[in-house]
T-cell receptor
Framework: AQSVTQLGSHVSVSEGALVLLRCNYS??????LFWYVQYPNQGLQLLLK??????LVKGINGFEAEFKKSETSFHLTKPSAHMSDAAEYFC????????????FGGGTRVLVKP | KAGVTQTPRYLIKTRGQQVTLSCSPI?????VSWYQQTPGQGLQFLFE???????NKGNFPGRFSGRQFSNSRSEMNVSTLELGDSALYLC????????????????FGPGTRLTVT
């Protein structure tokens, strides 16, 4: 079975500061990992994905994530927070070739202070 | 390309009724997955359809069912609604291939917010 743990249900950062959202996964097979963002009253938007190519993955809106197999982690970072980054972020894992079922973490809500 | 569309966006139903939600995937996508999002349980996988066949299923009771049509559009049905079925129901589409190198990215629609009273 797969599972995803996101540390911190709420994160508060100042505008211009580093954004770091933590995600740890467990998977019995090589995982496919994703970060999604959800703005209020909207669906999920894909930020970036890891599918066994480069371990450092760059996504949209200046976000990037690094896959660390030894730590079973896939943390999301952005060097400088913008007010528009205020949203909820979800880390997800799938088994790729075994189907498209995504298992999500509990989500981290980001608040950006001016 | 148009994104994933879901109808209706909002729905209010009474306990015991049934409801059908609709999802139109991105053109060319053959896989449609459904997820339930609630404050208490978070995002949970309901089922996935690929080429009109259910390929994966989550841990939901039989009251939750779905189907996919030949044009890849999908519907989800919930019978005998309970208060706990109040949630945002999200549909996601992907190319759906299972071969190495295929894209597994799922693209989500805006969701249908179901309120059961």
């Amino acid at each position: 079975a797969q599972s995803v743990t996101q540390l911190g249900s709420h994160v508060s950062v100042s505008e211009g500061a580093l954004v770091l959202l933590r995600c740890n996964y467990s998977s019995s097979v090589p995982p496919y990992l994703f970060w999604y963002v959800q703005y209020p009253n909207q669906g999920l938007q894909l930020l970036l994905k890891y599918t066994s190519a480069a371990t450092l993955v760059k996504g949209i809106n200046g976000f990037e994530a690094e896959f660390k197999k030894s730590e079973t982690s896939f943390h999301l970072t952005k060097p400088s927070a913008h007010m528009s980054d205020a949203a909820e972020y979800f880390c997800a894992v799938s088994r790729g070739a075994a189907g498209n079922k995504l298992t999500f973490g509990g989500g981290t809500r980001v608040l950006v202070k001016p | 390309k148009a994104g994933v569309t879901q109808t209706p966006r909002y729905l209010i139903k009474t306990r015991g009724q049934q409801v059908t939600l609709s999802c139109s995937p991105i053109s060319g996508h053959r896989s449609v997955s459904w997820y339930q999002q609630t404050p208490g349980q978070g995002l949970q996988f309901l089922f996935e359809y690929f080429s009109e066949t259910q390929r994966n299923k989550g841990n939901f009771p039989g009251r939750f069912s779905g189907r996919q049509f030949s044009n890849s559009r999908s519907e989800m049905n919930v019978s005998t609604l309970e208060l706990g079925d109040s949630a945002l129901y999200l549909c996601a589409s992907s190319l759906g291939g299972l071969l190495a190198g295929d894209s597994y990215e799922q693209y989500f629609g805006p969701g249908t917010r179901l309120t059961v009273t």
